[in-house]
């Protein structure tokens, strides 16, 4: 059994920020790869940012020297620090996990960001 659950969304004004938190079920070392995807109203879920067990992390390029993804080992969570925010962010972020030697994919719930004066 595996979850993942998102916290930290919500309502901030343009140039604002939010962390965004994932908690894993289980050892995050579980799984070889973990990271942040967002959809808007309408549109398909895109990639925001991963980061793998080796620390390797890669980021969109809508969001690269704004957003800063990390891992806490300690709590089982993955971290998304948004800064600079713009009302094109606003969109629902999903955790997103794949564990090793399976493969197998793993989607939390979501968090609703909304970036609005």
């Known amino acids: 059994q595996v979850q993942l659950v998102e916290s930290g969304g919500g309502l901030v004004q343009p140039g604002g920020s939010l962390r965004l938190s994932c908690a894993a079920s289980r050892s995050i070392f579980s799984f070889n790869s973990m990271g942040w995807y967002r959809q808007a109203p309408g549109k398909e879920r895109e990639f925001v940012a991963t980061i793998t067990t080796g620390g390797n992390i890669n980021y969109a390029d809508s969001v690269k020297g704004r957003f800063t993804i990390s891992r806490d080992d300690v709590k089982n969570t993955v971290l998304l620090q948004m800064n600079s925010l713009k009302p094109e962010d606003t969109a629902v972020y999903y955790c997103?996990?794949?564990?090793?030697?399976?493969?197998?994919?793993?989607w939390g719930q979501g968090t609703q960001v909304t970036v609005s004066s």
């Open positions: 997103w996990a794949r564990k090793v030697f399976t493969e197998y994919e793993y």
